[in-house]
């Protein structure tokens, strides 16, 4: 995203929005990892208590997850920044 | 506004940072509600829908499934905390 | 949640504020029972208007929509209550 | 601001209850059709995507499946209504 | 939606919410049919590109989706009408 | 502003169309984002969780398929414009 074409304040205050929509955006992977390895994981419900085994497979799941957001950012860093290539300038 | 006096109620002052914080936690809960309604409306309801009642193994299965649902929610808040330290 | 940190003015933005949730969180709510219902008891679309079985089956299904609705939010405040506990004061 | 006189269109007030009455009826018409879309085309759409257009029995089954829809959601809000009185 | 009961006024502000709210529904749909599409059309993952059967695939999914949300939106017209016929005047 | 003189750094105006075109960007790519991780998760990601690592066919599934994700997301863009402006 290039925002070089709006004047100073105007940046300033697009700097502060993507502050704000970072927080967002941190509480919204938070809780789809939760409900994610929950649905994935969960499936005793006779126990009150996650099992040894529900439990470690939500540490993996966690895990798997947070490297697939990462791998996925990384190549959707590359491609967006391909995409705008010919754009810009 | 005390400036010119006369105002026996002083007025407090909103800090719009406190509003954002509260509304930031006020969607979280209800988020987490709504996610949590769903996951066990997928576990432990039988949609066949023989009767409108929930019967005793859906509402002993949802019980369990509201609280493990937390169980995995500390879990994973604990791990990331872990993550955000190192 | 306990917001008395916040001052009184503050309260009372946010008593609104809850208020205004609570209108969107019911619309949300009586939305995703249509649909469930809907997704789970509409299988004939031969015939333009619902037949006595479908009928039947939204009715059972909303009905137990609400309940199941009711007893997560009664399991929820009482796990959210012993959650604060130890955090509160 | 008719203070200053002189403006002889008399400026309305906007009430913002009324805006937000209208913009909870704009989300909400807007929302169902989202929902009826979405379940429509599980319900509706072969998904091998053999041809571009929609075929007769296609057509068919998204009007037939709109107008379920609507009596599902009339259906329900008669019910709720019942319930929030008693 | 019947919005003569409120003010010019209110009525100038409502039109330009509509307005944005057009934007945004469109951008909503366009989103929509791309996940629509590459999740039903995309399925081989040893080839760095699109072959050309996907491609085939993702084109008739995309006509197939417009046309299906013009036919809903028709059928969604007409019956919000009739809906509204005897609450209105 | 500038009326009063004195302030050397002059005020720049915040144009709240132009605020409106960024949230929007921001949104959109948010948004493409978010979906691009949800659709290769189920395309690439074995739910047994043998192993908390990707190991190298996830990883290899996800590099291509969120490159194929944006072919797709062009390929419709230019349709879509293709239909505007007809």
Redesign the interface.
């Known amino acids: ?1 290039d ?1 070089s074409r ?5 940046q300033a ?2 700097a502060a ?2 502050e ?2 970072q ?3 941190f ?2 992977l ?13 499936n005793d ?6 099992t040894g085994k ?2 470690e ?13 990462e ?3 990384s ?2 860093a590359e ?2 920044e391909n ?1 705008q290539a010919p754009g810009s300038q | 506004m005390s400036f010119f006096g006369g105002n026996s109620q002083p007025q407090q002052a909103i800090n719009p940072q406190n509003m954002m914080m509260a509304e930031q936690e006020l969607e979280m809960v209800t988020d987490l509600f709504n996610r949590i309604t769903e996951s066990c409306y997928s576990k432990c309801i039988v949609t066949k829908y023989e009767q409108g009642e929930l019967n005793q193994p859906e509402g002993a299965c949802i019980d369990t499934c509201v609280a493990k649902f937390f169980q995995v929610n500390s879990m994973v808040g604990e791990k990331m905390q872990k993550i955000g330290q190192s």
Chains 1, 3, 5 share one sequence.
């Open positions: 995203m925002f709006f004047n100073q304040a105007e205050q697009i929005m993507i704000h929509k927080m967002k955006d509480l919204r938070y809780s789809n990892l939760v409900q994610r390895c929950f649905d994935d994981c969960a419900f006779t126990t009150k208590t996650l529900e439990g497979c939500v540490n993996k799941c966690a895990d798997k997850f947070l490297k697939h957001s791998r996925v950012g190549r959707f491609l967006s995409m």
